[in-house]
């Protein structure tokens, strides 16, 4: 199945940024990385999970949470099936634990791919934003 690999977490001031990525691969045998959406999550102490962005490879349609929309931008490089989520203006409320999923495949991928759910995810990285 399906492996997502999140990098790039770590500390930060207040408003500064951080770029994170999620590798995908091991597809399985006649799918590829178009056939997923890829959303971000993530979870703080004592919190719920927030979904907080969403990108349909094929189309590049992207999807975003009112708590990151304008500072968040999430992308995607097919050469390199991996996803990037650039984060700015960070506050300390953004202090999680963030990690990728997949859902799919599909032969076309639902907009957005939380209509059909996220089943595969990967284990996560840290940021924490000081204030």
């Known amino acids: 199945e399906v492996s997502l690999v999140e990098s790039g977490g770590g500390l930060v001031q207040a408003g500064g940024s951080l770029t994170l990525s999620c590798a995908v691969s091991?597809?399985?045998?006649?799918?590829?990385?178009?056939?997923?959406?890829i959303g971000w999550f993530r979870q703080a102490p004592g919190k719920g999970t927030e979904r907080i962005s969403e990108?349909?490879?094929?189309?590049?349609?992207?999807y975003y949470a009112d708590s990151v929309k304008g500072r968040f931008n999430i992308s995607s490089d097919r050469a390199k099936t991996t996803v990037y989520l650039q984060m700015n203006a960070l506050k300390p409320e953004d202090t999680a634990h963030y990690y990728c999923?997949?859902?799919?495949?599909?032969?076309?991928?639902?907009?957005?791919?939380?209509?059909?759910?996220?089943?595969?995810r990967g284990r996560g990285t840290q940021v924490t934003v000081s204030s």
């Open positions: 990108i349909v490879i094929t189309d590049g349609v992207t």
């Open positions: 091991r597809f399985p045998l006649g799918d590829t990385f178009d056939d997923y959406g």
């Open positions: 999923a997949a859902s799919g495949p599909f032969r076309v991928v639902p907009h957005p791919p939380s209509t059909h759910g996220y089943h595969l």
